[in-house]
Structures are given as C-alpha cells and as structure tokens.
C-alpha cells in the first residue's frame, strides 16, 4: 500500500504551541489519535457513541518526529490498516501537508481487540476484517 484511502484534516491551533514557537510533540500524539477515531468510525468499526461497543484498546504507539509544524500549517492525518493478527490490528499513519505532501511525522499503532467487561483481549471480529479489507481494497 502506498496511498492512503483516508486522511483527515487538522486544523494547528495556538494551544498546541509550545516554548520553541512550534507544535509540541505530545500533539502529535493527539493528531494521530484524532486521525485513528476519525478512521475507525469512516471504515464502519465504531459509531462514535457507544464506547462500551468499540472494543479496542490502544497498545502501543510509536511517533517518528520527522520536521517541525508551525502554526498556521496546513495538516492531515492519513491512516492506513497496514496488518490484521488474531487480536490485534496495526494503523499506520502520516501527518502531512495535503498540498506538498510534506511528512511531519509517521506513526504506528497497534490496537488490541479487547472486551472491557471481561478485561481481556479477544480475536478480532471477522466483520472487521472484511469491512478493513473492502476499505483498503486488500485481503486481510
């Protein structure tokens, strides 16, 4: 996969300024997520209401900082399902410009399939492989 069939648009706001005049790292973090529940309810895995239903749970998250974002900045989230275990799924994600396709950052996260009331993971539903693999048009 070398495209994104999903990219969500974030807007630099003042806040996310820190003491060097440029977004702090720890919004990156909150870019990537915002992109990842975006994601999740456009591919038909959550509705966005019912968070006792969604069924994941984040377990581990990587961020390559690759350039600095300033404010101002025109951004958007790709996100991508890059791979599909038994319990698990892996999101691949890039913050970029939408006009030069610049890449500020590339992160990975690996979310767990998990039931909250019994507090373990579980296999990954088969219709979320099957609505993954229809939106990224590859076999999971």
């Known amino acids: 996969m070398s495209e994104f069939r999903f990219y969500y648009p974030i807007q630099v706001r003042?806040?996310?300024l820190d003491a060097q005049r440029h977004v702090n790292n720890a919004k990156f973090s909150t870019y990537v997520e915002t992109g990842r529940f975006e994601y999740l309810q456009q591919v038909g895995l959550?509705?966005?209401?019912?968070?006792?239903e969604l069924g994941l749970?984040?377990?581990?998250?990587h961020?390559?900082?690759l350039a600095q974002i300033e404010l101002n900045q025109a951004l958007r989230v790709g996100v991508r399902t890059a791979r599909i275990g038994t319990?698990?799924?892996t999101l691949e994600c890039e913050i970029q410009d939408p006009a030069t396709?610049?890449?500020f950052a590339r992160a990975e996260t690996v979310l767990v399939a998990y039931?909250?009331?019994a507090r373990q993971s579980v296999p990954v539903r088969e219709s979320w492989r099957r609505l993954l693999s229809e939106f990224e048009g590859v076999s999971f």
Do not use: C
């Open 14 to 16: 003042y806040a996310d």
């Open 46 to 52: 959550f509705d966005g209401r019912h968070f006792d």
């Open 57 to 61: 749970i984040v377990a581990d998250v």
């Open 63 to 65: 961020i390559a900082y």
């Open 87 to 89: 319990k698990s799924l």
């Open 101 to 103: 396709g610049q890449i």
């Open 115 to 117: 039931d909250y009331q």
